[in-house]
């Protein structure tokens, strides 16, 4: 399936994979409030065998025939800090 990637300009690290160049047409408006503007990054034919880094071609997929889109949220940061606390 052909899908688009587009970055969100206000929160780093967020894309969303949609199947339709038209990104407005497809999201629900409380998203695109949210998400837009979008910039955008790579378009793909995306299979369910394929690897992508951070999710599941299976659930993109599934995500894109159901509603249209995909959101891939970013990762949390978490503060070294934080971090080093939960080791002890």
Do not use: D, K
């Not at 399936?1 to 949609?18: D, E, F, K, L, P």
């Not at 993109?60 to 070294?80: K, W």
């Amino acid at each position: 399936m052909r899908c688009y990637v587009y970055r969100s300009a206000r929160h780093s690290g967020t894309y969303i994979y949609v199947s339709s160049r038209r990104v407005l047409e497809v999201l629900p408006p409380a998203l695109a409030e949210r998400f837009l503007p979008a910039e955008p990054v790579m378009e793909l034919v995306l299979t369910p065998q394929q690897r992508l880094a951070r999710e599941s071609a299976q659930q993109v997929l599934a995500n894109l025939l159901a509603q249209g889109f995909h959101l891939q949220l970013s990762v949390p940061v978490i503060p070294l800090s934080a971090e080093t606390s939960l080791l002890q």
